[in-house]
């Protein structure tokens, strides 16, 4: 049996499952300190994320390469229904999962050690990677959704993992119902595409090349499709429960949400929506409703516009309006999804490259906000945006790499943020037509957005705490933490923090590298199809 | 079992599938929304299973086969809900969606 | 009108009212009582559609384990089994997307050929070469969802030692 062909490609995949069976193992053997699942959890997602990263072309790593060699982009044959393909535009949304979970997982580890959850969280914490990781290699309407679901499965019971918190299961409660309901939506969506194809392979459903002959059938399908994943993917009129789950959710769960799960539902929407719009016969035509042979692409295109502009909008809008700093940090997440989706409607390879870039960029930047959000609130500062008053002044460390990131994520240049949205809204002006007031409507959103990332600096920074309201953790007992220590953040925290913000900062001086290997991943995805 | 049409059957799932999502949206007890979620999802594995019947080949056979892995899913579901409502109820005494309050809205 | 027509038609009828009926009684075990109904009446259906192996499926899954879990449910939620529940009203926004989602799905069907001469009968040993062949990884995914779903559960409901 020639294992490397046949388990090569999964080799990240393996390891993530190995992971999650190691600490469910060692939770029965009763060794359940954070450090060592965390350990375990941080260290499978660092291995897989090797993995990725050499299969993408990483010179450094290429002897890892030689594992799954030959196994990406490999190119269909005509007919062939494969589940699922390797792709390297998959192999970058694997690495922004596995950075996602790595960082999660590194920072966890500060939690108090005795913490009872501990190996649940990690356990579930690799699982729903890895279903993050099969969405990424989906060409198959069921394994997609099935996908999907491992994903939404393990982040309902994260959300829950404290299990004596009313606040997070209520959150996961609701998290549940809205979960459910978009999972029975799309897979009613999927089954009137099955009704409609006959098949629920994308493969096959691309070769019709979105001219059908059921076109209100179809519409409606991808309707249901598309609204069951805009649930996970919190797009705009499918965010009611995101904030409410994301302030109630335990905050280092809250980081996995915004920065791992939520591109999930982006992605699948890609992935599915894909079909009908890039891969269109020349010459079909017609409008949806005059029944035979229609091209339904154009109509999916605007309906995803509209609701890319009014994520945008309405996100920000709401984020301007909070004085928690958690509800508004999820809001801000809201409406970063909109910026996403602006370059999965337009399909051209540099909007896919700026649609990818953006996502790559959000994970360090929401990933970075919540964990250092779920830091401070363990030094016992209060929920509210005015309780962070002067800690810019009294950590500096720490309210400089928070800076760095609510910089980036206003899209401030020499950050990677800056770096994401140029690309992104560059090729919506290149794109032509209506593509250009999504740039526009993107541009005035961003501008939108730095009120209320200035406004959090200013308390930060220029704010003078009131005496008697300062926090009572590490820093209130008079001594100022060195500039080396930890302080009361814990290590494992404060590196993950660290590395977030150097991140940032350095992938927005120097982008080639990323933007070179997302733009290959993006033209070979947009030219070959996967 | 020839005169009926396609449509006939459609009209049976999709009239459940709008039954399942009216519970869904309107009912308060957290278990009566895990049934209406139950009669939606039979609603879409219903489809899956006309939609192979009338078509020909082995085509058809895929949806039997979705239908068989759907049917597994929905259960593990609602055993997730229920631990989640479970957990709940033991630190809160009560499972009514509405009174899910801690949150603001 | 043949005998599968009609069958299929009370059949459907009663799939209907007791959907209808488990969401709109105001007693949970009621509502668990119609719903088994409705799970034993689906599997009909399938039976009807030459399914047989989704039937008995249906039954053992949905009649049999999905019902017993959720009376547990409702048995370990209150304190009293039999207590009636608020009554609950019939929005008018929910009700009307509701309807507008029947006749949406209803006319959009209405386009597919209606090709009623024979429905397709499948041999179950086909249907297993399917299952665990070609789409055999739909089912490797379904392992590793009961697999976290299983684990996270247990941990859920497991009386802590706090």
Do not use: C
Not at chain 1, 156 to 166: G, M, N, P
Not at chain 1, 205 to 218: C, E, F, M
Not at chain 1, 382 to 388: K, Q, R
Request: no cysteine; proline share 4%; net charge neutral.
């Amino acid at each position: 049996m020639d294992l490397s062909s046949f388990a090569g490609p999964f080799l990240p995949e393996i390891l993530l499952l190995a992971g999650t069976l190691l600490i469910f193992l060692l939770d029965v053997l009763g060794i359940r300190r954070i450090e060592v699942t965390g350990a375990v959890a941080a260290g499978a997602s660092a291995l897989a994320l090797l993995f990725v990263v050499a299969d993408l072309g990483f010179a450094p790593l290429a002897f890892l390469a030689n594992l799954s060699a030959g196994q990406v982009d490999v190119a269909i044959a005509p007919g062939a229904t494969p589940l699922y393909a390797f792709t390297s535009l998959g192999l970058v949304f694997q690495g922004i999962f596995l950075t996602a979970s790595f960082l999660v997982a590194l920072a966890s580890m500060s939690r108090p050690s005795n913490e009872r959850g501990a190996p649940i969280f990690f356990g579930l914490l690799l699982l729903a990677t890895l279903g993050m990781l099969l969405v990424t290699i989906a060409s198959d309407l069921i394994f997609l959704l099935l996908s999907v679901e491992i994903v939404s499965i393990s982040t309902y019971l994260l959300v829950a993992y404290t299990r004596k918190d009313v606040r997070s299961l209520e959150a996961a409660m609701k998290f549940y119902i809205i979960g459910a309901l978009s999972t029975t939506l799309s897979f009613f969506g999927a089954s009137l595409l099955y009704g409609a194809y006959g098949t629920t392979n994308l493969f096959a459903i691309r070769a019709v090349a979105g001219s059908v002959g059921y076109p209100v059938l179809v519409l409606l399908g991808y309707g249901f499709l598309i609204a069951g994943l805009a649930f996970k993917a919190t797009l705009v009129p499918f965010h009611a429960w995101a904030v409410d789950v994301y302030d109630g959710a335990p905050t280092d769960v809250t980081a996995f949400l915004t920065g791992g799960s939520k591109k999930v539902g982006l992605f699948a929407i890609f992935l599915v929506f894909l079909g009908p719009v890039l891969f269109v016969a020349p010459g079909a035509g017609g409008s949806p409703f005059s029944g035979g042979t229609v091209n339904i692409g154009p109509v999916l295109q605007v309906t995803l516009a509209i609701l890319a502009v009014l994520t945008m909008t309405v996100g920000n809008v709401l984020a301007l309006l909070q004085k928690e700093m958690k509800r508004m940090l999820a809001y801000s997440s809201i409406s970063q999804a909109g910026y996403m989706l602006i370059g999965i409607v337009i399909g051209t390879s540099p909007a896919l490259t700026g649609a990818t870039l953006q996502m790559f960029a959000n994970v360090f930047m929401k990933t970075g906000v919540f964990l250092v959000v779920a830091g401070v609130t363990a030094l016992g500062v209060g929920p509210l945006i005015d309780d962070w008053k002067g800690l810019g002044t009294r950590r500096p460390l720490l309210g400089v790499a928070f800076g760095l990131m609510l910089l980036s994520l206003a899209g401030v240049p020499l950050t990677l943020g800056f770096v994401s949205k140029f690309v992104l809204f560059s090729s919506a002006v290149e794109a032509q037509g209506y593509f250009v007031w999504l740039a526009v409507a993107g541009l005035l959103n961003s501008a939108l957005s730095v009120f209320y990332y200035a406004r959090v600096l200013k308390v930060m920074f220029f704010d003078r705490p009131e005496p008697d309201a300062l926090p009572t953790g590490a820093v209130a007992g008079g001594s100022e933490p060195s500039l080396l220590a930890a302080g009361g953040l814990g290590y494992a925290r404060a590196t993950a923090i660290a590395l977030i913000a150097v991140a940032v900062v350095a992938f927005g001086v120097y982008p080639q590298p990323v933007l070179g290997a997302i733009s290959n991943a993006a033209q070979h995805f947009i030219h070959v199809g996967p | 079992m020839t005169a009926l049409p396609l449509v006939g059957f459609v009209a049976l799932s999709s009239a459940l599938f709008a039954v399942g999502l009216f519970g869904i949206l309107t009912r308060r007890n957290f278990i009566l929304v895990l049934i209406a979620i139950e009669i939606a999802m039979n609603a879409a594995i219903l489809n899956f299973v006309y939609f192979g019947a009338f078509s020909n080949g082995t085509a058809g056979l895929t949806g039997q086969a979705v239908a068989v892995v759907l049917i597994g899913f929905a259960a593990t579901e609602v055993a997730v809900g229920l631990a989640i409502v479970l957990a709940l109820n033991r630190v809160k005494g009560t499972i009514n969606v509405a009174q899910a309050n801690e949150l603001k809205l | 009108m043949s005998l599968e027509e009609l069958a299929f038609i009370v059949l459907a009828a009663v799939a209907l009212f007791t959907a209808v009926a488990a969401l709109l009684v105001r007693e949970l075990v009621h509502t668990i009582l119609w719903i088994a109904v409705f799970f034993v009446d689906i599997s009909a259906i399938y039976f009807l559609l030459e399914a047989p192996f989704l039937g008995v499926l249906q039954l053992g899954v949905y009649a049999g384990a999905v019902t017993v879990l959720l009376l547990f449910g409702v048995m370990l939620t209150r304190k009293r089994i039999f207590s009636r529940e608020a009554v609950t009203g019939l929005d008018a926004v929910p009700l009307s997307l509701a309807v507008v989602t029947f006749i949406f799905v209803v006319t959009a069907v209405g386009q597919l050929p209606q090709s009623s001469e024979t429905l397709s009968v499948y041999d179950p040993t086909l249907l297993s070469q399917n299952l665990f062949g070609t789409n055999g990884p739909w089912l490797l995914l379904l392992g590793l969802l009961m697999m976290g779903a299983v684990a996270g559960s247990i941990y859920l409901v497991r009386e802590g030692r706090e």
